[in-house]
């Protein structure tokens, strides 16, 4: 697991004991993380504006506007932010409550340095991982028939996909995401809890790439006190707040062998024990799970359990990649557009049909969340009232190759010598193939796996090409 570069991120700590603020402060820098600090929710409230922040440590009984409050805040307008709440002992109650309304997690006073680095270290890793492989679909609500549960789309695969969402949204079946980083596996996952009948009840999310292996079982199911080391409290997992609810694990397919074996027997019998704790505890959990691995592959390499994926793949949703679903292009980049005009102050109209052209034909690797980024890079830099072609990024229209045709079709010649129809069309073939394989390569910068995808075959098929055209020894 990659570290985290602390020097790159910056909290925002909230509380009104000015001696709270400055250990937590010295804590954090001691980390190397930045740190910007508040006497209550109010005066975060504006700190959040004026900065970006990669998590916040807030008190929860504060005057003037409180920690509960201030967390309804910034899932409203930061939801992408995750919020650590502190909480004393006989206050611990409260804590869950805000779990189970969206904070990321709780400390107790007194705390450790040990808890703090965690707690934040897991919050700003989790960001991490969210901004480069959740955060893909659009966010804002659906207007003019653009599409419908907050996700945009009026493509023949996001209807069906709309489908499958009124279909199962009440029904209390384990749901299995798949897709590409990018495509917006969280935007379907709350869509089925919050138009279902737990709408309402705990929304609980973890993200197991961000989790290290020996924290896992704890965080999913808690523990109790003197568990180890540093347990110096009984805490809930996520099983139990998500009780009544709906927990998401995304990323599902980073969990250890270990844990998928205490995880499929928690799915079946819907009870579990808490770390160093002896009590049965059953609840009521709505498990939808998500992933942009391929878990068929994954079993047959022995690094995920057969059984865990059909209990698992009740009901399996796949979402497409953006290069996919390209008439639906023109609606995300204005919703885009309206977004960024508005968190950075400007005034462009659109994007010009020769702009919306080059967008279309660009296969969008990153999917949702590049074409957010390159939205927002472009309202940056670009001075006219509309983004024509010219001011989009030279590397992606360098990509896009222009008017030319993806792949050049060979020229076709009679068959000389002993050579019959069957001969020249079956070397024409493989010449045709290799081209579209080497473009596919080039495109997706040399990922097998996506290059598969582009061409809608199976990571095996283009492997076996690959192989017989020579394709991994010219690199």
Request: net charge negative; hydrophobic share 40%.
């Amino acid at each position: 697991m990659a570290e985290v570069d602390n020097g790159a991120h910056t909290i925002l700590v909230v509380d009104d004991e000015i001696n709270i603020r400055r250990v937590l402060s010295a804590m954090l820098r001691r980390e190397g993380y930045h740190v910007r600090a508040a006497s209550d929710g109010a005066e975060a409230m504006t700190e959040l504006k004026l900065s970006a922040f990669s998590a916040v440590v807030t008190d929860l009984k504060m005057p003037r506007v409180d920690g509960r409050q201030l967390l309804a805040h910034v899932m409203e307008h930061y939801p992408d932010t995750p919020v650590i709440v502190i909480t004393a002992h006989g206050t611990i109650g409260g804590a869950v409550d805000a779990l189970k309304q969206g904070a990321f997690d709780y400390i107790t006073k007194p705390f450790e340095a040990e808890a703090i680095h965690a707690a934040v270290e897991k919050a700003v890793r989790t960001r991490t991982l969210n901004a480069a492989t959740v955060h893909g679909g659009p966010t804002a609500v659906e207007a003019g028939g653009l599409g419908r549960f907050g996700i945009i789309g009026r493509s023949r695969q996001m209807k069906e996909l709309f489908g499958v969402i009124d279909r199962v949204a009440s029904q209390p079946s384990t749901v299995l995401i798949t897709g590409e980083s990018g495509t917006g596996k969280e935007l379907v996952a709350k869509a089925l809890h919050h138009h279902g009948q737990r709408a309402g009840k705990p929304f609980i999310r973890i993200n197991c790439a961000a989790i290290p292996n020996n924290l896992m079982e704890s965080e999913l199911f808690g523990f109790e006190r003197g568990a180890f080391t540093g347990a110096d409290h009984s805490k809930p997992g996520r099983f139990e707040l998500a009780d009544d609810g709906t927990l998401f694990l995304d990323e599902i397919g980073e969990i250890s062998s270990e844990m998928q074996v205490k995880l499929l027997r928690a799915l079946q019998e819907g009870e579990f024990e808490r770390v160093g704790g002896l009590k049965t505890i059953s609840v009521s959990v709505r498990l939808i799970a998500a992933t942009n691995r391929n878990l068929q592959e994954a079993i047959e390499d022995g690094e995920f359990r057969e059984d865990l994926y059909y209990r698992l793949n009740v009901v399996p949703i796949r979402l497409p990649p953006l290069r996919e679903r390209t008439e639906d292009i023109p609606a995300l980049v204005q919703h885009f557009v309206t977004k960024y005009n508005l968190r950075l102050s400007r005034a462009v109209e659109g994007v010009s049909e020769e702009g919306l052209e080059v967008l279309q034909r660009y296969s969008w690797p990153g999917n949702i969340r590049e074409l957010e980024n390159v939205i927002e890079r472009t309202l940056l830099f670009c001075d006219s009232a509309v983004v024509g072609e010219d001011d989009l990024p030279p590397d992606l229209k360098e990509a896009c190759g222009g008017d030319s045709p993806p792949v050049p079709i060979p020229a076709i010649h009679l068959p000389a010598g002993d050579a019959g129809l069957k001969d020249v069309v079956k070397q024409t073939m493989s010449q045709i193939e290799r081209q579209y394989i080497t473009r596919a390569l080039e495109e997706t910068t040399g990922n097998v796996t996506q290059a598969a995808r582009l061409l809608k075959i199976s990571r095996k098929s283009m492997q076996n090409k690959m192989k017989e055209f020579g394709l991994r020894e010219d690199g």
